[in-house]
């Protein structure tokens, strides 16, 4: 499945589809479900990051509510903590790029 700039499929968190109405689905739907749970668990466990982005229709351009040890990975033009492009990590007052 390709993805266009408007659709951006997240690596790292997951909600679930709607379960099927016929039981005879659920298989299907409950193997599909683990696989996508397994896959971000995956990107988790490797530490693959999202870019983080604006949100649309948002005057944010940074995250809101970041905590001490959070480390994200900035696109470096919607979200820029100060030196362009890259992983940052955040000591609980700046963001320092790593």
Do not use: C, H
């Given at each position: 499945?390709?993805?266009?700039?408007?659709?951006?499929?997240?690596?790292?968190?997951?909600?679930?589809?709607?379960?099927?109405?016929?039981?005879?689905?659920?298989?299907?739907?409950?193997?599909?479900?683990?696989?996508?749970?397994?896959?971000?668990?995956?990107?988790?466990?490797?530490?693959?990051?999202?870019?983080t982005?604006?949100?649309?229709?948002?005057?944010?351009?940074?995250?809101?509510?970041?905590?001490?040890?959070?480390?994200?990975?900035?696109?470096?033009t919607?979200?820029?903590?100060?030196?362009?492009?890259?992983?940052?990590?955040?000591?609980?007052?700046?963001?320092?790029?790593?």
């Amino acid at each position: 499945m390709s993805y266009g700039k408007k659709d951006v499929k997240s690596v790292t968190r997951w909600s679930p589809n709607p379960a099927p109405a016929e039981l005879e689905q659920l298989t299907d739907y409950l193997f599909n479900e683990l696989n996508r749970l397994s896959d971000i668990l995956f990107n988790i466990d490797v530490m693959r990051l999202e870019k983080t982005y604006v949100a649309p229709g948002s005057e944010v351009v940074r995250p809101t509510k970041p905590r001490d040890g959070d480390i994200r990975y900035a696109d470096g033009t919607k979200w820029n903590p100060g030196s362009g492009a890259g992983i940052y990590f955040f000591d609980g007052t700046n963001w320092t790029k790593l």
